[in-house]
């Protein structure tokens, strides 16, 4: 057995097997693109990829990476707006298979500029009212930033009081890590 797969890794992994071809799937946080270009090559010329980021610069390293990779770009719809406006996008009837959080900031950007509760619960409610059965919402939690450690207990309180009937949460991450490991969370609709 090779080692376990850090946040990232597995976030991949389970967004592997919850897209298939054709799916529409949603990147609440662009950042540097490339989970969006890993959703983008998931579901094909068939689907189609909402990719959302409050900041420029994560939209326009985005559309490089994507055009680095030949990626069509009417797969990708990319919005330079929050996350809790997903569900002004998005059109009512649209199911989605999936959608991936990265929480905290834009890596090589500005500290100050952070995912924020209020949001991010927005966001993530929005998600949940498209996703189809055995779909997910994953969100990777970076809270070793200012703010960090507000969002994450939001974001775990609203999780905990999902009901288990309709939901199952599982929470991924290393407990005996140094400097706040980030950690997943893949919310499944199961009813």
């Not at 950007?109 to 498209?130: D, E, R």
């Not at 969002?151 to 609203?158: C, G, V």
């Not at 309709?166 to 929470?171: E, G, I, K, M």
């Amino acid at each position: 057995m090779n080692r376990l797969p850090n946040g990232l890794t597995f976030s991949h992994q389970l967004l592997r097997e919850a897209v298939a071809s054709g799916d529409n799937v949603i990147d609440g946080t662009v950042g540097n693109g490339h989970d969006t270009l890993l959703l983008a090559t998931l579901v094909g010329a068939a689907g189609q990829v909402y990719g959302f980021d409050i900041q420029e610069p994560a939209i326009q390293a985005t559309k490089r990476l994507l055009t680095q990779h030949k990626i069509d770009p009417t797969i990708v719809k990319l919005y330079q707006k929050s996350h809790a406006e997903i569900d002004t996008v998005l059109p009512t009837d649209t199911p989605i298979s999936a959608a991936i959080f990265n929480l905290g900031y834009l890596p090589g950007g500005s500290k100050a500029i952070i995912t924020k509760p209020a949001s991010t619960l927005v966001a993530i409610k929005a998600c949940l009212k498209h996703l189809k059965k055995f779909g997910l919402v994953i969100v990777v939690v970076y809270y070793g930033h200012p703010g960090g450690l507000a969002e994450k207990q939001a974001i775990l309180d609203f999780c905990q009081k999902l009901p288990q009937k309709r939901y199952s949460v599982l929470n991924y991450g290393f407990i005996n890590q140094v400097h706040e490991p980030p950690f997943v969370l893949a919310i499944q609709k199961i009813n």
